[in-house]
């Protein structure tokens, strides 16, 4: 029996359901997650929506992952991600997962509107592919397991976004919409996205079966996850020295993640250890955002009353989620100084990780001892004015390729009007160029410009093309998709999708339904 049948009805393969067997669309499924059995998963069928139409289509990322040319043209593809039908080959189930959410065990949990469809052979390696907003599945407690159109369209950009910026992510290969309607703070439209990644297994998976004291699941659990994707931890014999090795590697690839979101000013919003992936990719976008003014303690989701999530707390969460992953984990590594040295090492990780970021986004070609003071006081003063993020390190960036054909004070002037009180700004500057001089000029501004973005997914750009598409014209979130497909990008004629924000944007209020 499925865990999730303890507590719910089992919800099982509609026969009724058809099969989309058109041999132009025939994928090479592997569906190797299906196999697990019961224990982790419960099949299931897609709710469909009503009336289903495309809203965006991620027709590079299908390219790359070899899809036929004619995919997008078949009906029964819209179909099938709209959860009207299933590809021939696939097995849609749900994952079962367990998790802290906000720092406090919420038991179990799942994928309450997530439906695993499968995962297929590409030429960027094996990638699951998922529906989010599909119907209710056996994990979706009191939820309908739907999505709105106004978080689906966020998902899909924030996701193709953080590509852009080559920040490990969750891929979005489509989006449909519907009439049909979701009940959230009001009445909205619904939406389903398709997701795609080598890997949707969470912190959570683990917790759960720790949780229950279901060692002998839990084991195969993180054999089967190391031999998928870490195939190189199998030279490790089965035993502490193994799953020590894979916590270590979390850890490490965790590290590296928080620190690319810091340096981009990107805050996830609940980063609860269900929305933590073992990839260290970013997972799950809800009330997430880029900040505008740097504000080190700046809260993006209106439902984190305490705080918890705060864009400078984003790196101790992570570790607090990882220590997490190992007490789930202390069962295979039988051994708490071992797994306290396989988490340990983010101490010294992140630091280093983050300096080596900031570093890059200075033109810095190699981190030096004094650098992580220079980079300090920068952020100080950036948090102090609350200089707005994304265009200070733009303006930087350019001011330092003016460097070549004119003199310091002019190239930095438009820097310095980012600041009322340039005093600081003005004491900083010295030490920065200094540091600077032994590096070519041009090759580092080109260097910088291919790390500080131009076009990053602001809340009111979002908010703009989100209200167009409540309208039925896509073409503001066409266009979001096409800047932030290539962020680093002039993309000339687009310059107020880089401009600072309006006065309405500090307006905006997103919660975990966004």
């Known amino acids: 029996m499925a865990l999730g049948c303890v507590l719910f009805p089992c919800i099982v393969h509609n026969p009724l359901m058809p099969a989309l067997d058109n041999p132009s669309l025939t994928l090479p499924w592997r569906n190797r997650y299906a196999a697990l059995g019961p224990d982790f998963l419960s099949p299931v069928s897609p709710t469909p929506l009503p009336a289903v139409h495309w809203v965006l289509q991620n027709t590079a990322l299908a390219a790359d992952m070899g899809l036929p040319a004619a995919f997008w043209e078949e009906p029964q593809v819209l179909a099938a991600l709209g959860g009207s039908a299933t590809l021939a080959g696939s097995t849609p189930l749900a994952s079962v ?65 953080m590509h852009g910026l080559g920040i490990p992510t969750t891929r979005a290969l489509a989006l ?67 799953y020590t090795a894979l916590l270590a590697r979390v850890s490490e690839r965790t590290a590296a993640l928080l620190a690319q979101w810091q340096s981009v000013g990107f805050c996830h919003g609940v980063m609860n250890t269900d929305n933590m992936s073992m990839l260290g990719l970013t997972i799950d976008y809800g009330p997430f955002q880029f900040l505008d003014g740097f504000d080190p303690s700046h809260i993006c989701n209106h439902s984190d009353h305490q705080g918890r999530y705060a864009y400078a707390r984003q790196p101790q969460i992570a570790f607090w989620n990882l220590y997490c992953l190992g007490q789930a984990l202390m069962p295979l590594i039988n051994d708490q100084d071992l797994a306290v040295s396989a988490l340990e090492n983010f101490k010294t990780d992140y630091p280093h990780m983050m300096d080596e970021r900031f570093a890059a986004k200075l033109g810095l070609a190699q981190v030096q001892a004094t650098d992580h003071g220079l980079i300090q006081n920068l952020l100080q003063l950036l948090a102090t004015e609350k200089t707005d993020f994304s265009i200070f390190w733009r303006r930087l960036s350019h001011a330092v390729a003016a460097l070549s054909h004119t003199n310091s004070s002019q190239a930095f002037e438009p820097v310095r009007d980012l600041f009322i009180q340039a005093s600081a700004w003005e004491a900083w500057l010295p030490t920065y160029l200094q540091r600077l001089e032994k590096q070519e000029a041009h090759t ?34 066409q266009t979001l998709f096409n800047l932030l497909a290539s962020p680093f ?26």
């Open 489 to 514: 990008e002039e993309h000339p004629g687009h310059d107020n999708f880089a401009a600072f924000p309006p006065d309405w944007a500090s307006s905006i209020s997103i919660s975990c339904s966004s």
């Open 176 to 242: 449909v919409g519907s009439p049909g309607k979701v009940i959230r703070e009001e009445l909205e439209t619904a939406a389903i996205v398709t997701r795609v990644a080598p890997s949707f297994m969470r912190f959570g998976h683990f917790e759960h079966f720790a949780a229950k004291a279901q060692t002998p699941q839990l084991q195969t659990l993180a054999d089967f996850f190391i031999e998928q994707q870490w195939p190189d931890l199998l030279s490790i014999d089965a035993g502490p020295e193994r």
């Open 97 to 161: 997962y367990s998790g802290h959410q906000f720092g406090v065990w919420a038991g179990q949990l799942g994928d309450g509107r997530a439906l695993w469809l499968g995962e297929i052979d590409t030429p960027l390696g094996a990638q699951e592919l998922q529906l989010k907003g599909a119907g209710k599945t056996p994990y979706s407690r009191m939820g309908d397991g739907r999505a709105v159109l106004r978080s689906s369209i966020r998902e899909f950009l924030c996701s193709e976004a």
């Open 444 to 477: 580092t501004a080109e260097a910088m410009l291919k790390t500080n973005p131009k076009f990053v997914l602001r809340n009111h750009l979002g908010e703009v093309a989100i209200n167009q598409a409540k309208m039925g014209d896509f073409s503001g979130v």
